[in-house]
């Protein structure tokens, strides 16, 4: 049923905008980079789980006259839902021709935007926190702050992620506006130096004024809300009832529950995808009854449509003084709840839409086990009938068809302590738990628990009078109450006995489904968190250590940084290139380039088994209904092009299966359709026939391949050499460990930005490919040669990656190359976005590997000999698999084995072809190598540490193990940097406090750890080029790739330095003069590729090889003019060179020679960790690293690397 129309009426930053037919599934993101000029909110996950998107939402009550600002997902806010709201994007704080906001202007300064994808979302986070802390009541702060305190700024970005900072400077920027804020505990930033004072520093940084210059709801909207102008919005399929019976009324004209969607937040889209297009949504939010809460004394009703941030609020007001006589348990409640997901998505996440994702799809929830765990009902509503059900009956029953809605939800309430008689009294107890891979945001529990007990005690027992078990989200339906183990305890007097009976009886009752991940750990959390709820009850004033941090933290240091100023402005910390318009939105990434006319936009449809016949590809429904316009696949290959998705030095990847598909993830055609949602949506709707008959079994593992003897070959000059005699070694040894096993897992690539490209036709069988890659000039070559034409037909530029890791080297040329041939083919531009599902399916990941090694050492700890058996999964195609042996080695030969023998092989399999990720190779060569250490340790029972220095290198073992990259004697810093960390970290101080503390603590432990690393580093041959424009600016292009590790900067600071001889006084900074531009392989050739981490140290070499011959060309010139007319300026230089024909464009391309090609590079750290005993939960209290980088180009650069590194992994 189509209906009249109304507006759509809302405000982006201030501006307004009225739309009619929203197709209803329109995301409020989607919408701004679609069809507005705002690109600063970028797609990460489109789930919901990074915080890429976020953007502040305003709403105003005209009642009230009051504005409520909060941060939503604007990946999962649907357009329609926001008839009357406006909207802040980061560019509504500012931007480079207004003049940046503070924040922005602090996040470039602070060093916290690499890549920058992440950064509008954080600075959106940051301001929401700001905007809502002035509306507190209290004290002005101080001028130049906020009123936020340093914990709240802190915490006002838990719902971000970033892949490349490490979060320190992204804290500092947040503590900067804090009006308790120490600023000399900030870090390394660009506004002052350490040891500066107060008012000199607070002068430096950017001001920012608490009365909030930036208006979030614009009073043209307050104007049309307050005249009535604006009603909820009904339009195009979207339907905001204003009542129960209104509600009931279009459902009853409903048959089909595929058609219909009851929509509050949205949020559950993140979870489950919408795979057809719905014909009507209902938004709820506009029935008051859904909205309400209600306190009494007999507890607490919640409207279904209250959102859990609304909801976090009201019971935090309840605890404080309200009806509910145990406010303990009700703010426990509401603390658990603030662990659900992020701030943003609880701010528009509802308690029905939770519950009745649990209740009809197992979803793992934590309300409702908190729910569950305190008696809670929920008041459900079927056509005219309304019933009130205990949790428990709503979660057992069958699924809830369309037209059940969630009316609310009640919480009663709970007497804290209630007396019996005169000698017996029972107090309420009440803990909630959980345990999931992060503790913060976005991670869902592996299980969660909530437990209520009454309980009497006299002097000599503690009897329990009732209890409530409940456990959820631990890989079974929904959460349950453990009734067993309730009816063991309750009436009984706690004891050791009772306890053990007790977590028997929970072993048999908490049992993950079949399937479910870890399950031995999901029991055994439940136990934990048992045990921990009761013993403390049994044996109060234990010596149970838990809760915080507690015992002692060591202080940060606060280190005086000194800087070289030798080759200045080489070595100092500037500011990252862009950093500034990366925070507000401004710079482009390959997806914010805006649409061509006549673009279509594509996805992949993959593979999902390793090993088969592909019989037929059809679709759900017929493709037009999606917009698709062509499905692309092998057969549209041009001839004289070939079937090339990838290639490297080893060999080559196809871009499509041909009849044969090798492993779960390849490409099988490319959907080619009118918007990215309906290419994802009819890729997704794809029905793949396969037919395994005959094919025999896929090699699924490195075993196999053993088997089946399947490997790839490494190349002789990639052969790492064995060291001495292993059976001399052995001979040697006291002791022997043989034929122990390690295995390491896979890793998923996780860049913020996903694969993405744009590929537009010109002129002549010519094509422009705009991608986010790694390295621009293979692309070329594979696009070229799939399209069957000449490399000088293909021009592939990529200015900026959101993140790359490695992942975006091989793994974004067959994106690339897949829209460069269906814009070839319909002579169209074509462009993709990979979504986040496809992304991590068909990028490879790391390589996962079985090691087996055989070791001898003497009884001192020193080890004789070393064989290593290591089975590496590569996958389908040899990708860069082949120098993996030598990463491996490279990174585990910082120790002396003595001798070294080992057996490496590469094994195709039939998985997705493992590719570069951070390292690879090295990390776990380095892992490999202190596996075997500890091992040898605890063989011994010596210290980890001693067995470690009595294998470290003298410069003659390091020799014969690196040959010349070993370099000369004083280039070996290693064992002074182990001494040195030694001492800075306080490690042996340390390490007697930590024994002190876990021979005291019984459920947390503490250890600590010291770690030596080591580089092989090699540098590669690169181009570069440096022209001076004739207004005297200067224009630099290089072969590497700006991948947020601060390539630009470097090469402009190099620029600089280069340049300075011909200087003139009189003309300002040069570093300001110089830009560094795109790649582009038409016009700088040869640019390899940007990986291995050399690509700053060449390109700034060759830059400054181009600008020395500039200065060859220019002093003569300048020496000519000073002469005539005394002092000449930097642009009459350039002037007069130009005049005089000078060429003022240099380029060169720098081949490293041998020595300095090949160096050694080293580091160390130090790391104390905790581990829970009782729930697994790790966390690192302090880590202290020393990293030998030699001269650093860019210390505040080399430093967010660092950062980022340590929490990459
Ligand atoms: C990234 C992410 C992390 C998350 N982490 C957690 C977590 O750690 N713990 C946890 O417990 N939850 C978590 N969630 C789940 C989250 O709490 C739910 O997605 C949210 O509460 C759903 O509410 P909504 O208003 O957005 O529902 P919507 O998405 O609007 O609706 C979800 C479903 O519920 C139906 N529905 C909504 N309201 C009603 C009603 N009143 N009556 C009948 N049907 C209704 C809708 O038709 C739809 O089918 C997470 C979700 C995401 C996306
Ligand atoms: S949270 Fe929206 S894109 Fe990741
Ligand atoms: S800077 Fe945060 S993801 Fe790159």
């Not at 060591?554 to 280190?559: E, S």
């Not at 055609?669 to 079994?697: I, P, R, W």
């Amino acid at each position: 049923m189509d209906r009249a129309e109304e507006k759509l009426i809302f405000a982006v930053n201030g501006e307004r905008f009225e739309l009619s037919r929203v197709d209803p599934s329109t995301t409020l993101l989607e919408f701004l980079r679609c069809h507005t000029r705002y690109r600063g909110a970028k797609l990460g996950c489109g789930e919901g789980g990074c915080g890429a998107c976020v953007v502040l939402l305003s709403k105003y009550d005209p009642l009230l006259e009051k504005v409520e600002d909060f941060t939503v997902n604007s990946c999962l806010t649907l357009l329609c839902s926001l008839q009357g709201c406006s909207i802040t994007t980061t560019e509504g704080l500012g931007n480079s021709k207004d003049g940046f906001h503070p924040i922005h202007q602090r996040f470039a300064g602070f060093h916290a935007s690499q890549c920058g994808f992440c950064t509008p979302g954080m600075c959106m986070s940051l301001f929401s926190a700001l905007v809502n802390s002035e509306k507190t009541p209290g004290p002005d702060p101080p001028p130049g702050f906020s009123k936020l305190t340093v914990s709240e700024a802190e915490k006002s970005i838990v719902g971000n992620l970033c892949r490349c900072t490490g979060y320190r400077p992204i804290a500092d920027v947040c503590k900067s506006f804090a009006a308790d804020v120490d600023l000399e505990d900030l870090g390394l930033n660009n506004f002052w130096r350490k040891g500066e004072n107060k008012e000199k520093i607070l002068s430096r940084l950017p001001f920012y004024s608490h009365s909030n210059e930036i208006c979030t709801f614009p009073e043209f909207l307050k104007r049309e809300i307050k005249s009535k102008s604006l009603s909820d919005f009904n339009g195009y399929y979207w339907y905001s009832p204003a009542s129960i019976e209104e509600l009931q009324s279009l459902l009853e004209t409903e048959e089909d529950g595929n058609r219909v969607k009851l929509v509050v937040g949205n949020t559950g889209v993140g979870y489950y995808k919408e795979q057809e297009q719905y014909k009507r949504y209902i938004d709820l939010r506009h029935i008051p009854e859904l909205s309400l809460i209600r306190r009494d004394r007999t507890g607490i009703e919640i409207g279904a449509a209250v959102t859990i941030s609304k909801a976090i609020q009201a019971l935090k007001e309840e605890s404080e003084g309200g009806f509910h006589p145990n406010g303990e348990m009700i703010k426990k409640i509401a603390d658990h709840m603030e662990k659900v997901a992020s701030k943003p998505l609880r701010n528009t996440a509802s308690l029905g839409g939770n519950l009745i994702m649990t209740q009809r799809n197992h979803f793992p929830s934590d309300i409702a086990t908190v729910l569950l765990a305190v008696g809670s009902s929920i008041i459900i509503q079927t056509g005219p009938e309304r019933t009130e059900l205990t949790l428990e009956e709503f979660l057992e029953r069958p699924p809830c068809d369309f037209k059940t809605i969630i009316t609310s939800v009640r919480i009663p309430s709970w007497e804290s302590v209630r007396r019996f008689s005169s000698e017996t009294k029972t107090k309420l107890h009440f803990e909630s738990y959980r345990a999931a891979p992060r503790p913060l945001g976005f991670a869902l529990p592996y299980l969660n628990a909530a437990f209520l007990a009454e309980v009497s005690s006299s002097k000599t027992s503690v009897v329990v009078e009732s209890i409530r078990l409940a456990f959820g989200a631990y890989g079974n339906k929904y959460a349950i109450r453990a009734r067993k183990v309730e009816k063991l305890l309750v009436g009984q007097s706690l004891s050791l006995n009772l306890l053990f009976e007790a977590i028997k009886l929970l072993k048999a009752t908490v049992v993950p489904e079949e399937g479910t991940s870890y399950p031995a750990y999901r029991t055994s959390l439940a136990v934990g968190f048992l045990f921990d709820f009761l013993y403390p009850m049994l044996e109060a004033g234990s010596t149970i250590l838990r809760g915080g941090l507690n015992g002692y933290m060591n202080a940060l240091p606060t280190k005086l940084l000194e800087f070289n100023r030798e080759y200045s402005p080489v070595g100092e910390p500037t500011q990252k290139s862009g950093a500034e318009i990366q925070a507000s939105g401004e710079a482009i990434y390959v997806d914010d380039i805006p649409s061509p006319k006549d673009c279509l936009h594509g996805a992949f449809i993959y593979s999902n088994r390793p090993l088969a016949q592909i019989k037929d590809i059809q679709f759900k429904s017929p493709p037009e209904l999606y917009g698709v316009v062509r499905v692309i696949s092998i057969d549209d290959i041009p001839e004289g092009g070939e079937n090339l998705g990838s290639q490297t030095m080893f060999g080559t990847e196809h871009l499509f299966a041909d009849d044969l598909t090798q492993y779960a993830g390849e490409p099988l055609a490319f959907v080619v359709a009118d918007t990215q949602k309906h290419a994802d949506m009819a890729a997704n709707s794809a029905v793949v026939d396969y037919d395994t008959e005959d094919l025999g079994t896929p090699i699924l593992s490195v075993e196999e391949a053993v088997k089946r003897s399947s490997f790839y070959e490494v190349p002789p000059y990639l052969r790492p050499k064995q060291i001495g005699n292993f059976s001399e070694g052995m001979a040697e040894a006291d002791h022997k460990i043989l034929s122990a096993e390690i295995k390491l897992g896979s890793q998923y690539h996780f860049y913020m930005e996903t694969q993405t490209a744009l590929a537009v036709p010109e002129e002549d069988n010519c094509m422009v490919v705009y991608s986010s890659v790694q390295c621009p000039q293979i692309t070329q070559i594979v696009v070229a040669r799939c399209l069957g034409v000449p490399c000088h037909n293909v021009r592939v530029i990529t200015r900026r990656v959101g993140g790359g890791f490695g992942g975006k080297a091989m793994k974004a040329m067959p994106v690339a190359t897949a829209c460069a041939l269906a814009a070839h083919k319909l002579q169209r531009p074509v462009r993709i976005y990979l979504n986040r599902k496809t992304d991590m399916i068909m990028a490879g990941g790391r390589h996962p590997m079985k090691i087996n090694f055989s070791v001898g050492f003497k009884s001192s700890g020193k080890i004789t000999a070393l064989h290593l058996d290591i089975l590496i999964n590569a996958g389908i195609s040899a990708d860069i698999s082949p120098i993996l042996p030598l990463n491996i080695l490279g990174a585990l030969k910082k120790y002396n084995w003595g001798s070294l023998s080992f057996d490496i092989k590469i094994c195709k399999t039939n998985h997705s072809s493992k590719t570069a990720m951070r390292a690879p190779g090295d990390v776990q060569g380095s892992f490999i190598a202190e596996a075997i250490i500890e091992h040898v340790a605890s063989t011994l029972s010596l210290e980890v540490n001693t067995v470690r220095s009595k294998n470290l290198h003298t410069f003659e073992s390091l020799k014969l193990f690196y040959d010349s990259s070993a370099g000369e004697a004083l280039e070996y810093t290693l064992p002074s940097i182990l001494d040195k960390l030694s001492a800075s970290s306080k490690f042996h101080q340390r390490d007697a406090e930590i024994r002190q503390y876990n021979s005291c603590s019984k459920w947390r432990k503490r250890g600590i750890s010291m770690v030596p690393i080591l580089y092989e580093v090699s540098l590669r041959p690169t181009p570069g080029k440096v022209s001076v424009l004739n207004d005297g600016s200067i224009v630099v292009e290089v072969g590497g790739i700006e991948l947020g590790q601060g390539l630009w900067t470097k090469v402009k600071q190099m620029t600089a330095f280069a340049l300075s001889p011909v200087k003139c006084d009189t003309s300002g900074d040069l570093l300001e003069r110089v830009r560094v531009i795109q790649a582009d392989t038409l016009s700088l050739v040869q640019g390899g590729m940007t990986a291995g981490s050399t690509t700053s140290e060449a390109s700034c070499e060759v830059v400054r090889i181009c600008c020395n011959e500039l200065v060859e060309r220019l002093t003569p010139l300048k020496e000519r003019l000073q002469e005539k007319m005394g002092p000449i300026s930097w642009n009459m230089l350039i002037l007069q060179a130009n005049l005089q024909a000078v060429n003022l464009s240099a380029s060169a391309y720098y081949v490293p020679e041998v020595t300095p090609m090949r160096y050694l590079n080293y580091g160390a750290a130090v790391s104390e960790v905790e581990v829970d005993l009782l729930t697994g939960a790790t966390s690192i209290l302090q880590t202290d690293i020393i990293y030998d980088c030699g001269q650093s180009l860019n210390p505040a650069v080399d430093m967010g690397q660092l950062l980022g590194s340590h929490h990459y992994f």
